[in-house]
């Protein structure tokens, strides 16, 4: 384990989601190679009718999958996603909700990773999958 996976929340925090997923509010509060959790407030990611937007949910699922691939890799290297899909079940109006992201698969060129995220009473909103390909980091 390097030293970047002991200390993979303290790096997050850090490094922070980067700027779209500040403007979402979102807040990663467990980080590890087996699990990555975040909230996201609903109020200000919300489509016209009140509910949250589907695309808020793909935010939150992405910024998971993303950065818990990009600890997957490792240095000298970056994971740039590939593929995403949603299939949402359940709209929040209100609070926060919480992305549990979880790896379904851990290659050395790729990984899969699902983002189950649920409001406040623990009832799924949205299933979102993300595919991650892992190459070496550009020269800067």
Not at 41 to 49: D, I, K, L, W
Request: charged fraction near 15%.
């Amino acid at each position: 384990m390097t030293e970047t996976t002991e200390n993979a929340l303290e790096y997050v925090l850090q490094r922070g989601g980067g700027a779209l997923a500040a403007k979402m509010g979102i807040e990663f509060t467990e980080f590890s190679l087996d699990r990555a959790v975040a909230t996201m407030p609903v109020e200000g990611n919300t489509q016209p009718a009140m509910l949250m937007h589907g695309g808020a949910y793909v935010v939150l699922g992405e910024s998971l999958g993303s950065m818990s691939a990009n600890l997957w890799a490792g240095p000298g290297k970056l994971a740039v996603g590939v593929d995403i899909n949603a299939t949402h079940t359940r709209s929040a109006t209100s609070g926060v909700v919480t992305g549990v992201c979880t790896p379904i698969h851990l290659g050395r060129s790729m990984t899969v990773h699902e983002i189950a995220v649920s409001d406040e009473a623990g009832r799924r909103c949205s299933t979102i999958r993300i595919t991650n390909l892992i190459k070496d980091m550009p020269a800067s």
